[in-house]
């Protein structure tokens, strides 16, 4: 099955600074990379997502990439302000059951 | 809408206690997961749907069961708890032209 590795596990970084949470998956049939942004005790809320026949996406301060060659996938995120601070997860959906295999997530403080 | 509902928001089982996780969705959507997130970590799929009277098994499957028996409705059923069950648990479901996944807001649950 699908394998999902996360980097880093923490993340601080000067309000303004850009951070940036890297992925690598397992299966080259994954066609649809996630990002997920989680605030203590809420559900997880989508914030941009990119699919295998797309190298870069953005929207306003946030960015992805996609490498399908090297199996891997970044966020990045500019200007980063106070209320970027959550735990930041990458996944990857399979082809066949289209569920998601989740990265193990990224706690990222931005410090003002 | 009111998107993906879960049912209770908190639980606390004694070991041996059995309860069923209700979900319901009213997008019309086919595909629904069931996943739980451990602390710290990202989520796992434990049981997923491609419609109604169609469920399989994703990573972490003992312990549970569903059925599926309405487009709507998704229950996980857990017989004889156990601490390891002890997590918070996501339903969700997907939108099939999009790929994207919608959270419920979870049920956060403790046996002790």
């Known amino acids: 099955g699908e394998n999902v590795e996360q980097h880093p596990s923490t993340l601080s970084v000067q309000e303004g600074d850009s951070a940036v949470i890297k992925c690598t998956y397992s299966?080259?049939?994954?066609?649809?990379f996630p990002w997920y942004k989680q605030e203590l005790g809420k559900r997880p809320q989508l914030i941009i997502d990119i699919r295998s026949n797309v190298g870069e996406k953005k929207d306003q301060r946030i960015a992805v990439t996609l490498n399908k060659t090297a199996k891997h996938f970044s966020l990045h995120i500019t200007e980063t302000q106070p209320e970027d601070s959550a735990v930041y997860f990458c996944?990857?959906?399979?082809?066949?059951?289209?569920?998601?295999?989740f990265g193990s997530g990224t706690r990222l403080q931005v410090q003002p | 809408n009111a998107g993906v509902t879960q049912t209770p928001k908190f639980r606390i089982l004694k070991i041996g206690q059995s309860m069923t996780l209700q979900c319901t969705q009213d997008?019309?959507?086919?595909?629904m997961y069931w996943y739980r997130q451990d602390p710290g970590m990202g989520l796992k799929l434990i049981y997923y749907s491609v419609g109604a009277g169609i469920t399989d098994k994703g990573e972490v499957p003992n312990g549970y069961n569903v059925s599926r028996s309405t487009t709507e409705d998704f229950p996980l059923r857990l017989e004889l708890a156990a601490p390891s069950q002890t997590s918070v648990y996501f339903c969700?479901?997907?939108?099939?032209?999009?790929?994207?996944?919608?959270f419920g807001p979870g049920t956060r649950l403790t046996v002790l």
């Open positions: 996944a990857a959906m399979d082809t066949g059951r289209r569920a998601l295999t």
């Open positions: 299966d080259s049939a994954s066609n649809y």
């Open positions: 969700a479901s997907r939108q099939d032209s999009t790929d994207t996944q919608y």
């Open positions: 997008m019309n959507h086919n595909y």
